[in-house]
């Protein structure tokens, strides 16, 4: 039995270090030994030298230590003898050597990991698995990351390939790792493969509301009109950042309502500045996760006022007003009132007055605070009119604002008379001529006399105040009547004084002659 070594990768004609002893003591032909390959030559890798027995590589290719790691070939050694030759079997075990011909070679890529990001440190993420065809230590693989792992947070079993968690790690700093692993083999020969690691999302994060929100609401903003969007982001992925809005507290009135998924809260239902000024709404975010974690957020809502009312009069309940003739300036004549729906705080219902006409001259003004009327002129219905009419406007908010809203009524002021005139003869005196046999109940004359005042103050009686002492004449209304028979004889000419008394308190009286002849 003899023994060889020789390295995988040996060429062709290579010879195998082996020496064969054998030898035959006869002489000539009978002692020539000549060499034969017999078996064993498995895909014809050697060939035997016949006359030396030299052994050498044949076919290259068949050696392959991951094949066929040793050959068994059995020689045949004969002599040459003519006739009856006389042979013996010799045996040769050829091992081969390895050769690191092999690099190691990454199975089932390409690779793709996820890691729960509430994984515990040590926890195993992946097995990577690299194999090497060659035999021995050049088949023998560790393994190493080499590149994508700057914070440390993963490490990688030199043999056994399991990459584990040496840190924790946390979705939202860093969500995704590419590992470079590198597999050697013992002979130096390496491949190396990414592991792309994902950190799946596990629900630590809380949604993170804006703690407070303070808004100013017009009371006539529209229902279902978004007001504000209540931002509480969640720095979890989904469906660990998906959330539900609720409000919580403060909507008693129903006045709000806000979306579930959106957190667009809105106007549920018609504000009303002069109702409820002000709500203070507590919302909360629940996100999806499990256990569900929550945020919080409170929204004050300040109602606006709109003039939404427009100013109505209430006083005086009539349209005409009186005042007396001999007021003197500055008198209040009568006090206009109106009254708004808005809220009275505010501009929007607070009253101005403003008298806007007045025909036939102004002689009045307005308080535009608290709508006084008073004279600003002295009176005189005789020499100035015994009416005014006044249009009256009640504007509420701020003058010249596009807000503003106005009503207005009109008022007729009547002037009251007082008796300030005295009746007044026309003519002034009187004189007839009559006939001494003119029949008695005649009328001689008729006075007339006028009063610039009215109704009782200017209502005259008239009366014969003087010169009429033998009762010869009367006053029937007007109408100066004879009562008694004439006689130009006896008395041919009278004075008579009449009297003409208004109605007034006092009352006042004009006198006129008349003459008589």
Request: glycine share 8%; proline share 4%.
């Amino acid at each position: 039995l003899y023994t060889a070594s020789l390295a995988e990768n040996s060429a062709s004609s290579t010879v195998v270090p082996v020496t064969f002893s054998c030898s035959d003591s006869d002489a000539g032909v009978n002692g020539a030994l000549q060499y034969t390959l017999l078996e064993g030559n498995t895909n014809n890798g050697f060939a035997v030298a016949a006359s030396t027995g030299v052994v050498t590589v044949l076919t290259q290719s068949a050696l392959n230590i991951e094949v066929t790691p040793t050959f068994k070939l059995i020689i045949g050694v004969r002599d040459q003898a003519v006739s009856a030759p006389r042979s013996v079997n010799i045996t040769l075990d050829i091992s081969l050597t390895d050769v690191n011909e092999f690099t190691p070679a990454f199975q089932s890529t390409p690779y793709s990991a996820s890691v729960l990001e509430s994984l515990p440190i040590g926890s195993s993420v992946f097995t990577v698995v690299a194999t090497d065809s060659d035999v021995g230590s050049n088949g023998q693989v560790t393994y190493l990351i080499t590149g994508g792992n700057a914070a440390g947070k993963f490490a990688i079993g030199s043999v056994s390939g399991v990459v584990s968690l040496t840190q924790t790690v946390d979705r939202e700093s860093v969500a995704s790792y590419t590992l470079t692993v590198k597999a050697t083999d013992g002979g130096g020969l390496f491949s190396t493969a990414s592991l792309p690691v994902a950190v799946l999302d596990a629900n630590d994060n809380a949604p993170a509301c804006t703690s407070f929100y303070d808004l100013y609401v017009p009371e006539n903003t529209t229902v279902s009109s978004a007001i504000q969007t209540v931002a509480c982001p969640d720095a979890d992925a989904s469906p660990n950042s998906d959330l539900n809005f609720t409000i919580i507290s403060g909507n008693n009135e129903g006045k709000f309502q806000i979306g579930l998924t959106t957190g667009v809260l809105s106007i549920a239902n018609a504000l009303d500045f002069e109702g409820t000024k002000l709500y203070t709404l507590k919302v909360v975010a629940n996100d999806h996760g499990t256990p569900s974690k929550s945020g919080t957020s409170q929204v004050t809502v300040r109602v606006t006022g709109v003039n939404e009312f427009t100013p109505t009069f209430v006083s005086p309940a009539g349209s005409t007003v009186t005042v007396l003739e001999d007021v003197t300036v500055g008198t209040l004549v009568t006090t206009i009132s109106a009254t708004d729906g808005d809220d009275p705080s505010t501009n929007n219902g607070q009253i101005r007055y403003l008298i806007t006409a007045t025909w036939p001259y102004t002689h009045f003004s307005i308080n535009q605070n608290n709508g006084q009327i008073r004279t600003v002129v002295a009176l005189n219905r005789e020499q100035w009119f015994g009416s005014y009419t006044l249009t009256i406007a009640a504007s509420d908010c701020t003058a010249g604002s596009s807000e503003e809203r106005t009503n207005t009524r009109t008022l007729t002021i009547n002037i009251g008379d007082v008796n300030d005139n005295s009746p007044i003869f026309n003519p002034t005196s009187y004189s007839i001529t009559v006939l001494d046999n003119v029949a008695i109940g005649t009328t001689l004359v008729q006075v007339t006399a006028s009063d610039r005042d009215s109704g009782a103050n200017a209502a005259l009686t008239y009366q014969i105040t003087a010169g009429n002492n033998a009762n010869k004449f009367s006053l029937s209304s007007r109408n100066l009547v004879l009562n008694d028979a004439l006689d130009a004889n006896t008395q041919n000419s009278y004075a008579l004084t009449v009297t003409a008394t208004d109605g007034g308190t006092p009352t006042r009286t004009t006198t006129t002659s008349v003459a008589i002849n």
